[in-house]
């Protein structure tokens, strides 16, 4: 039995069950009180005291989710540590699944099905990329479809943000290799927002395909003129 299912954290957020696992944590569904509404609540799932690397990295993706309004962001409303030392933050609560899930169920798509939803997640990109956030570790699995078709691009935990980050150390791949750009893998810390469009290319590609990106074929792509290719604006 999880120990944290009922417990009520920093006074206001009570957890109702356990919904994901994660590279950090555990995020439960739970209810925020005294206003009733439901949340997905984060929690840092760390046994040493001494790991601040995994704290930093978890403030860090509270806080530059923090700043982005996009609607198709999954939005953060609160974050800290609660009296008894769990670190956690919240966000939106989303019925729903991952892209991943509905790729494995439902994939390859239309055409005009892909299209639509990766013209949600380039918005969101868009306005991390303008606000000088690179997610590094944009796929199926951290991106959600609502039950209406509303994508919510989450999972900010290896993102970068500007120059003066050091989270992660130059010279090191981090995210996730089917997706990672060949820069990202020789070095996580110098990249820039096209390492997130070659992610974006591969999801499409799992999209339309059904097929991991792990070795791209380009006979199985449906022809531009299907897809309707969408130009990304982002900054210089």
Do not use: W
């Amino acid at each position: 039995v999880d120990p944290l299912i009922g417990k009520v954290l920093a006074g206001r957020f009570k957890l109702l069950e356990l919904i994901a696992r994660g590279g950090m944590g555990k995020i439960y569904k739970a209810e925020q009180q005294p206003l009733g509404r439901l949340v997905a609540l984060k929690v840092l799932d760390i046994t040493d005291e001494g790991d601040g690397e995994f704290r930093k990295r978890f403030f860090l993706e509270a806080s530059l989710c923090s700043r982005l309004s996009h609607p198709n962001t999954v939005r953060v409303f609160d974050y800290g540590c609660s009296e008894d030392g769990v670190y956690f933050f919240a966000m939106e609560y989303l019925e729903g699944a991952t892209l991943h899930r509905l790729i494995h169920t439902e994939a390859p798509l239309a055409p005009e099905r892909a299209v639509r939803l990766m013209r949600q997640i380039c918005g969101a990109l868009a306005e991390a990329h303008d606000r000088g956030i690179i997610h590094r570790d944009l796929k199926p699995a951290n991106i959600l479809v609502s039950d209406k078709g509303v994508i919510k691009l989450t999972d900010f935990g290896l993102a970068r943000a500007g120059g003066g980050s050091d989270v992660s150390v130059t010279g090191f791949g981090m995210g996730t290799p089917f997706y990672m750009a060949p820069e990202q893998r020789r070095d996580a810390k110098g990249v820039n927002h096209t390492a997130d469009i070659y992610s974006v290319g591969k999801t499409l590609y799992e999209l339309v395909t059904g097929q991991v990106p792990e070795n791209v074929d380009p006979g199985e792509i449906p022809p531009p003129s299907m897809l309707r290719v969408y130009r990304l604006v982002l900054p210089e």
